[in-house]
């Protein structure tokens, strides 16, 4: 038996203690529909609010509705005709379509909001997955650390230590970081007397020590634990101790015949002396700028103070600085007093002149790191992360730049000293060594065949996650202006409204 279905119908009337203009706002809230459509249920003779309604359910609405509003509404069969004067009937047909109209503006006004919620929502997703992008194929280092101590060369790659026979270019072995105990990244390593290999663990901000024999490390030296000397120090933030940043750099330099371990702390600008036993000793006070990797030569310690562009020279006990060796010279590149003495008539010299000025603002001038060239110079990897360059510095017996080489690299991040005339460079953004013949002058691929074929996959799989990263960037561009013309249509309907209403 098929049930009879009823309406609600509203005729413009209000209870009697209640004010009209609250009732059209209730109206407005309790129905969702704009104003001017409640203007004009009062304005006709006659509005169907709701259709296809059991009896029971439509005595409920009524209720809620009047108790909500103060507004009256009646209960009307579909099948029966309006109860309405012969004068209204035609009224009413005018009534139907403002009604229509009203409807649809509702439900347009509640598609706006669902299509404003999915493009807030694939927006946000966007933003999500190029940040999780472009942090992925960020932190996807490939060959990042070298070390060569006795005809072994020591790679710290892909989160392992590998060990590199020089003389066969065979595998010795190869362990995972995570086997040592590290979970995140290494800055430095080095080697003791006794064969053992220390790492500095970024993450939790320990130098570790491992036999090379078993690998099974101990935490030699922890940064973040309560130095007294740190704590008394009068230069140091009072933040200093126990608040070393997350994932911050640093470095250290064994001293052999001292047994002492000198590091150096980039997030805090200082250098720290400990012993063996992982005691604090000294620290220095914080002169310099962003320190980097450091060595141990002639009993001065050599700091590359990155943030300063230059070569900081601490003394042995104190550490104090005695001599800066600077690289920002600026008449490798062009003489100062011969820039202004030039004739300003001469195009093609002053052309020449600021060519030269403009090499020398863009030139790598800050130390990554410095390393003994097994003469009586040094060699000195500067980088400059504004133009994104890095070369090869080579300075002399006096100190001085005498040769600078430009590395075919975007992200050279350790060099090591193959020969007495060779060197080797980690070129992290081919995921590749470079060599460098300092007879020849030249640059070239140097391949290891055990790390070759893991290099390009990692190298492809970067690239994969930095392409995502920039389709996600256009997607995110073009849902801009998607959102900007949606904005500018809705705008553009609702002054069209305005100036059609009556």
């Known amino acids: 038996m098929k049930h009879r279905r009823y309406q609600l119908i509203f005729r413009g009337e209000i209870n009697a203690s209640a004010e009209l203009d609250v009732v059209k706002q209730h109206l407005a809230q309790v129905l969702q529909t704009p104003s001017q459509c409640v203007d004009s249920m009062f304005a006709l003779s006659e509005t169907c609010v709701r259709s296809g309604l059991r009896q029971e359910t439509a005595q409920k609405l009524k209720d809620h509705l009047q108790q909500q509003t103060g507004a009256k509404f009646l209960i009307v069969p579909e099948d029966a005709e309006p109860d309405l004067p012969a004068s209204l009937r035609?009224?009413?047909?005018?009534?139907?379509?403002?009604?229509?109209?009203?409807?649809?503006?509702?439900?347009?006004?509640?598609?706006?909001?669902?299509?404003?919620?999915?493009?807030?929502?694939?927006?946000?997703?966007?933003?999500?997955?190029?940040?999780?992008?472009?942090?992925?194929?960020?932190?996807?280092?490939?060959?990042?650390?070298?070390?060569?101590?006795?005809?072994?060369?020591?790679?710290?790659?892909?989160?392992?230590?590998?060990?590199?026979?020089?003389?066969?270019?065979?595998?010795?072995?190869?362990?995972?970081?995570?086997?040592?105990?590290?979970?995140?990244?290494?800055?430095?390593?080095?080697?003791?007397?006794?064969?053992?290999?220390?790492?500095?663990?970024?993450?939790?901000?320990?130098?570790?020590?491992?036999?090379?024999?078993?690998?099974?490390?101990?935490?030699?030296?922890?940064?973040?634990?309560?130095?007294?000397?740190s704590n008394k120090h009068h230069s140091l933030p009072e933040s200093f101790v126990g608040q070393t940043p997350s994932d911050s750099p640093f470095f250290f330099q064994i001293v052999k015949d001292m047994d002492h371990i000198y590091v150096t702390e980039t997030a805090h600008s200082c250098v720290r002396m400990f012993n063996f036993k992982g005691k604090e000793l000294l620290v220095s006070d914080p002169k310099l700028m962003l320190p980097r990797h450091m060595i141990w030569q002639k009993k001065k310690l050599l700091v590359a103070d990155w943030g300063q562009q230059r070569i900081a020279v601490l003394g042995k006990f104190d550490m104090d600085l005695k001599k800066e060796w600077k690289l920002n010279d600026s008449k490798h590149y062009v003489d100062e007093e011969e820039r202004f003495n030039t004739d300003l008539t001469d195009v093609e010299e002053v052309i020449e002149q600021s060519l030269a000025l403009l090499a020398g603002m863009n030139a790598p001038k800050s130390p990554i790191q410095i390393i003994s060239d097994r003469k009586k110079g040094y060699w000195v990897l500067s980088s400059n992360p504004l133009f994104n360059r890095f070369q090869l510095l080579h300075l002399n017996q006096q100190h001085h730049i005498d040769h600078r080489y430009d590395i075919p690299s975007q992200q050279a991040l350790s060099m090591a000293m193959l020969n007495a005339h060779e060197i080797l460079i980690t070129d992290d953004s081919k995921m590749q060594f470079l060599k460098f013949d300092s007879t020849s002058e030249k640059f070239t691929a140097f391949i290891y065949p055990q790390l070759q074929k893991d290099l390009e996959e990692k190298h492809q799989e970067r690239e994969n996650y930095r392409q995502l990263s920039e389709m996600i960037t256009y997607l995110l561009y073009t849902e801009l202006c998607l959102g900007l013309i949606l904005i500018g249509l809705g705008f553009r309907s609702r002054i069209k409204r305005k100036k059609t209403a009556p």
Request: aromatic content about 4%; proline content about 1%.
């Open 90 to 229: 035609a009224a009413e047909v005018v009534a139907r379509p403002t009604q229509e109209v009203c409807k649809k503006k509702t439900s347009n006004h509640k598609k706006a909001i669902m299509i404003a919620s999915i493009f807030s929502l694939f927006c946000t997703l966007s933003i999500g997955m190029q940040f999780w992008a472009s942090h992925t194929a960020e932190h996807m280092n490939g060959s990042s650390l070298l070390l060569i101590h006795n005809k072994t060369t020591y790679i710290i790659s892909h989160h392992h230590l590998l060990q590199i026979d020089m003389n066969t270019n065979q595998l010795i072995k190869k362990t995972h970081l995570n086997k040592l105990g590290i979970q995140g990244n290494v800055s430095d390593m080095a080697i003791d007397q006794q064969g053992g290999l220390w790492l500095a663990d970024i993450k939790a901000q320990h130098i570790i020590r491992c036999p090379l024999s078993t690998l099974k490390c101990q935490t030699q030296i922890d940064l973040n634990e309560e130095h007294k000397i």
